[in-house]
């Protein structure tokens, strides 16, 4: 059974710094990218981060610089740390592993931590 199961969240103020953790089991980890979404209340989920088994990494534009993702293959975990928190980074962050195909498939799904940031 494919479990991803997420920590670290919590309440921040702005301008502080969160880890996330997304410990994964029950797959082949390496053969699956690694992504973090978000979703803010009432707005869609969103791709903020992701990385390939080769550890190359993709952001989103509004976490570039601030944001950083990585991966433990070993201990079959994926990170986001997160710097210089805004209040618009409130949301739910979920864990999914991405088979790259073609075509793009986000396979499994953790059931998401909860972040918020106080202004």
């Known amino acids: 059974q494919v479990q991803l199961v997420e920590s670290g969240g919590g309440l921040m103020q702005t301008g502080g710094s969160l880890r996330l953790s997304c410990a994964a089991s029950?797959?082949?980890?390496?053969?699956?990218?690694m992504d973090w979404f978000r979703q803010a209340p009432g707005q869609q989920r969103e791709l903020v981060a992701s990385?390939?088994?080769?550890?190359?990494?993709w952001l989103e534009d509004s976490v570039k610089g601030r944001f950083t993702i990585s991966r433990d293959n070993a201990h079959t975990t994926v990170y986001l740390q997160m710097n210089n928190l805004k209040p618009e980074d409130t949301a739910v962050y979920y864990c999914a592993a991405e088979n790259p195909g073609p075509p793009v498939r986000y396979e499994y799904w953790g059931r998401g931590t909860q972040v918020t940031v106080s202004s």
């Open positions: 029950g797959l082949a980890f390496t053969d699956y990218a």
């Open positions: 990385i390939s088994s080769y550890h190359h990494t």
